[in-house]
């Protein structure tokens, strides 16, 4: 039987909690969490994160806490999870060496982890985020797909409309800022009847982009990006809002509508075919207190000892 870190006693010393940031482009990925092993054909970001740390080799069995659950086709530029690992009569991995490792295993995934942190055993990424931003991005005056530039394609929305009413769209992103109940804005799910409706959003702003290739294209591609901020999201939350966002902005929501859908806090009341696609979405961060990644005194010195350095 694997061990758990919490089994080891006197041994404890040598287990390490990290919290890792990582990106994705999500499009050939079933999510950010892990797939059930029927459903292999299309795994999770989870699922490769799991098997580069199992190679490893660690003692105790592997178990990825993801912070924030991010849906098929959506990407991220930096989400975070923590684990528990345990080398065999090792010290723990100092972290640049664990990002090193990490990313060596994980080949020619379009997933990299961009920094680690040795945190506190009771550490959790998800519950102790203070905040979680997205992006959306939206390309304007795109009739197909396949004129995006390769840079952006599967990267943003794109749009026939040359031209949206940003100042309509920034007055409506106004009314959704603050504390409400945000039933209409998420979508069905099997977790529905747990997760709290109300939530706090922090910032709806809407602001000029670029593309990827701007300067190595033939053409301008307007690219405008919407982001949100908040401790947590329901379900296809962005996703939602945006589309209500860009029917305000091209003139097939008005204001009164959109408060309208709000206030009815019914996930029936918001329109059919009005959420914005995946493709266009990007975690951007995953915010933490700096008090709650602090090792105590004591197993920092532990560290420094394990790694055989000192603080002179």
Not at 230 to 258: C, D, E, H, I, W
Not at 289 to 299: G, I, N, R, T
Request: a positive charge; charged letters at 20%.
């Amino acid at each position: 039987m694997i061990k758990t870190c919490q089994t080891f006693g006197e041994n404890m010393h040598t287990c390490a909690r990290y919290l890792i940031f990582f990106q994705y482009i999500g499009t050939k990925y079933s999510g950010a969490v892990r797939v059930p092993p029927h459903q292999l054909e299309r795994k999770g970001v989870q699922n490769h994160l799991e098997d580069a740390i199992r190679n490893l080799k660690p003692v105790n069995a592997v178990s990825l806490s993801v912070s924030s659950r991010t849906d098929t086709g959506v990407h991220s530029l930096s989400n975070s999870a923590h684990f528990d690992l345990q080398r065999k009569n090792k010290p723990p991995f100092p972290e640049d060496v664990l990002v090193e490792a990490l990313n060596f295993h994980l080949k020619t995934e379009q997933i990299r982890i961009t920094r680690a942190h040795r945190v506190p055993v009771d550490f959790h990424a998800r519950f102790n985020a203070k905040s979680r931003t997205y992006v959306y991005r939206i390309a304007l005056g795109i009739s197909q797909h396949s004129l995006l530039p390769l840079t952006d394609h599967n990267l943003c929305w794109n749009l026939r409309n040359t031209e949206l009413d940003v100042g309509a769209m920034r007055e409506a992103a106004a009314l959704l800022v603050g504390t409400h109940n945000f039933s209409s804005f998420r979508a069905v799910s099997s977790d529905m009847p747990f997760k709290n409706p109300v939530k706090t959003l922090d910032v709806a702003d809407i602001q000029p982009g670029g593309s990827f290739a701007h300067s190595h294209f033939h053409r301008d591609i307007p690219i405008w990006e919407l982001t949100f901020r908040s401790r947590s999201f329901l379900y296809r939350q962005v996703r939602r809002m945006t589309g209500a966002l860009v029917a305000v902005g091209q003139g097939k929501l008005s204001l009164p509508q959109l408060m309208g859908i709000l206030e009815a806090q019914d996930s029936l009341a918001y329109p059919n075919n009005m959420a914005a696609p995946a493709h266009g979405l990007f975690l951007t961060r995953v915010d933490y207190k700096d008090s709650d990644l602090q090792l105590s005194q004591q197993m920092s010195e532990e560290q420094l000892l394990s790694t055989g350095k000192s603080e002179e």
